[in-house]
C-alpha cells in the first residue's frame, strides 16, 4: 500500500485578480493549480483587502485544498511613527498577515476596514497604523514582507539597528507567529539583504520562510501582466521609470522552490507548519438582515 508523499511546500504570498490592477489569478484557477500541484494548502494575501476570500473559500473547499486567509497590508513606517503634526506624506511599508483562527480573521478585517475609514493624512494610500497592529495582532500569523516590509527597507538603508528594532517590535507582538520572509526572484535587493536577514533569524531565534510573491499562474502571463501594470499606471511598456515584476513572480511549483532553497530547507519546510497552524475558513451564512 502506496504512502501519501507529505507535502513539501505551500504558496503563502499570492495576488489573485482580486488585487486590482496587480493580481492576475482568478480564483477559480487558483484552486485548481494548488491541487495539481499536489499543494494540500494554498494562501490568498491580496493587497489591501479581503474581497475574494469569501469567493476563494468555498472554492477551496469545494476542491479539497485549505484555504489560508490573508492580506498583504500597507503599514505606516515605524520611524515616522512620532509627532503627528510634523509628519511628512509618506510610501507606507508592506506586512503580510494570515488568519489562523477565527479571532485572527475579525482582527484582519478590522485592520484592512479602519485604513478605508479612516485613512491616515500622513500616508499616501489606506495604510495601517502601528497604534492598529498593536491592538489587533492576535490570530494573526505575521511575515516580514522581504524588501518591501520595513525589516527589509531598513537593511537596505543599511540602518541594520533599526531593522532589528522593528523585527523586535514585530515580535513584541506577534511571539512565534512571526517569521522572517525570504524571496528569491532575481532581485539585486534580495539578495544584499538576505545575509542581514539571515543574521536578525539566527540572533533572535525568529524562523524564516521561503515565499515567491505570485501575480500571475505561469511565465507565459509575464508580459500580459507586465501591460496590466502599465495600465494600472497610465504608462507604457517602453517606459523606464516604472513599477515592474519580473518573470519569476508566478506560481511556481513545490519543486522549483525547494531546488530554490535547497540550501534552506527549514525555509521550505516552514511554509507547510505554517498553513498546518491555520485552523480557519471562511463559511457561506445567511444575510443578517
Same mark, same amino acid.
Given at each position: 500500500? *502506496?504512502?501519501?508523499?507529505?507535502?513539501?511546500?505551500?504558496?503563502?504570498?499570492?495576488?489573485?485578480?482580486?488585487?486590482?490592477?496587480?493580481?492576475?489569478?482568478?480564483?477559480?484557477?487558483?484552486?485548481?493549480?494548488?491541487?495539481?500541484?499536489?499543494?494540500?494548502?494554498?494562501?490568498?494575501?491580496?493587497?489591501?483587502?479581503?474581497?475574494?476570500?469569501?469567493?476563494?473559500? &468555498?472554492?477551496?473547499?469545494?476542491?479539497?485544498?485549505?484555504?489560508?486567509?490573508?492580506?498583504?497590508?500597507?503599514?505606516?513606517?515605524?520611524?515616522?511613527?512620532?509627532?503627528?503634526?510634523?509628519? %511628512? =506624506? #509618506?510610501?507606507?511599508?508592506?506586512?503580510?498577515?494570515?488568519?489562523?483562527?477565527?479571532?485572527?480573521?475579525?482582527?484582519?478585517?478590522? /485592520?484592512? *476596514?479602519?485604513?478605508?475609514?479612516?485613512?491616515?493624512?500622513?500616508?499616501?494610500?489606506?495604510?495601517?497604523?502601528?497604534?492598529?497592529?498593536?491592538?489587533?495582532?492576535? !490570530?494573526?500569523?505575521?511575515?516580514?514582507? !522581504?524588501?518591501?516590509?520595513?525589516?527589509?527597507?531598513?537593511?537596505?538603508?543599511?540602518?541594520?539597528?533599526?531593522?532589528? %528594532?522593528? /523585527?523586535?517590535?514585530?515580535?513584541?507582538?506577534? !511571539?512565534?507567529?512571526?517569521?522572517?520572509?525570504?524571496?528569491?526572484?532575481?532581485?539585486?535587493?534580495? =539578495?544584499?539583504?538576505?545575509?542581514?536577514?539571515?543574521?536578525?533569524?539566527?540572533?533572535? +531565534?525568529?524562523?524564516? =520562510?521561503?515565499? +515567491?510573491?505570485?501575480?500571475? *499562474?505561469?511565465?507565459?502571463?509575464? #508580459?500580459?501582466?507586465?501591460?496590466?501594470?502599465?495600465?494600472?499606471?497610465?504608462?507604457? =511598456?517602453?517606459?523606464? +521609470?516604472?513599477?515592474?515584476?519580473?518573470? #519569476?513572480?508566478?506560481? %511556481?511549483?513545490?519543486?522549483?522552490?525547494?531546488?530554490?532553497?535547497?540550501?534552506?530547507?527549514?525555509?521550505?519546510?516552514?511554509?507547510?507548519?505554517?498553513?498546518?497552524?491555520?485552523?480557519?475558513?471562511?463559511?457561506?451564512?445567511?444575510?443578517? &438582515?
Amino acid at each position: 500500500m *502506496s504512502k501519501t508523499p507529505q507535502p513539501s511546500f505551500v504558496h503563502l504570498r499570492t495576488h489573485s485578480a482580486y488585487s486590482l490592477a496587480e493580481g492576475a489569478i482568478k480564483l477559480k484557477d487558483l484552486v485548481p493549480l494548488a491541487h495539481k500541484m499536489s499543494m494540500p494548502a494554498v494562501a490568498v494575501t491580496d493587497t489591501g483587502n479581503l474581497y475574494g476570500a469569501l469567493e476563494f473559500s &468555498l472554492t477551496a473547499a469545494k476542491t479539497g485544498v485549505q484555504p489560508i486567509v490573508g492580506c498583504q497590508l500597507w503599514i505606516e513606517k515605524p520611524e515616522q511613527n512620532a509627532d503627528q503634526k510634523n509628519r %511628512k =506624506v #509618506e510610501i507606507p511599508d508592506q506586512l503580510v498577515v494570515l488568519a489562523q483562527s477565527e479571532q485572527g480573521y475579525k482582527n484582519l478585517m478590522k /485592520l484592512v *476596514s479602519k485604513p478605508f475609514i479612516s485613512p491616515p493624512e500622513h500616508i499616501d494610500r489606506p495604510a495601517v497604523l502601528w497604534a492598529d497592529l498593536e491592538t489587533h495582532a492576535e !490570530g494573526l500569523i505575521c511575515l516580514t514582507a !522581504g524588501i518591501k516590509g520595513a525589516v527589509g527597507r531598513q537593511l537596505l538603508e543599511n540602518r541594520a539597528s533599526e531593522a532589528e %528594532k522593528t /523585527l523586535l517590535r514585530l515580535k513584541d507582538l506577534f !511571539g512565534d507567529r512571526l517569521y522572517i520572509e525570504l524571496e528569491r526572484h532575481g532581485l539585486a535587493d534580495e =539578495v544584499a539583504i538576505e545575509d542581514g536577514l539571515l543574521d536578525l533569524a539566527y540572533a533572535h +531565534n525568529v524562523p524564516i =520562510v521561503a515565499t +515567491n510573491d505570485c501575480y500571475f *499562474s505561469d511565465p507565459d502571463m509575464y #508580459e500580459a501582466h507586465d501591460a496590466l501594470l502599465c495600465i494600472a499606471q497610465s504608462a507604457y =511598456v517602453q517606459d523606464t +521609470n516604472r513599477r515592474r515584476v519580473t518573470p #519569476e513572480h508566478y506560481f %511556481k511549483s513545490a519543486e522549483q522552490m525547494v531546488e530554490l532553497f535547497k540550501d534552506l530547507p527549514e525555509a521550505v519546510e516552514n511554509t507547510v507548519n505554517i498553513a498546518r497552524r491555520c485552523a480557519f475558513m471562511l463559511k457561506e451564512e445567511k444575510p443578517f &438582515l
